[in-house]
């Protein structure tokens, strides 16, 4: 019953914006470790920014960390990434994950912690 779509992703411009979302279902989103990962051709997945379980804190690759912002929507069960100041290097799929068992601190930023994920939207960053 656990599902999650991802959305909003699309071709921006360098320092453009665009705000991904991951409608949940299954499952409440408060409840469990979300991630954000990012996988280019050719490329390992990373994680990009995460809400741990253990605490509710959140966590930010350092290539993105001050230009993305992670958010949730408990009434909507939807987690949002808001990305600023796009770079061509972020272009990628972007997955949301989830995980219903206690991941702590930075943690959430590991693929391998994830049992569930979403299909993907693609971001595409280029002049």
């Known amino acids: 019953q656990v599902q999650l779509v991802e959305s909003g992703g699309g071709l921006v411009q360098p320092g453009g914006s665009l705000r991904l979302s991951c409608a949940a279902s299954?499952?409440?989103?408060?409840?469990?470790?979300i991630g954000w990962f990012r996988q280019a051709p050719g490329k390992e997945r990373e994680g990009v920014s995460c809400f741990s379980s253990n605490d509710g804190s959140t966590y930010y690759a350092a290539s993105v960390k001050g230009r993305f912002t992670i958010s949730r929507d408990n009434a909507k069960n939807t987690v949002y990434l808001q990305m600023n100041s796009l770079k061509p290097e972020d272009t990628a799929v972007y997955y949301c994950?989830?995980?219903?068992?206690?991941?702590?601190?930075?943690?959430?930023?590991?693929?391998?912690?994830?049992?569930?994920w979403g299909q993907g939207t693609q971001v595409t960053v280029s002049s």
């Open positions: 994950a989830a995980e219903s068992t206690l991941i702590g601190g930075s943690r959430c930023l590991v693929n391998t912690m994830y049992e569930y």
């Open positions: 299954g499952f409440p989103v408060d409840y469990y470790a």
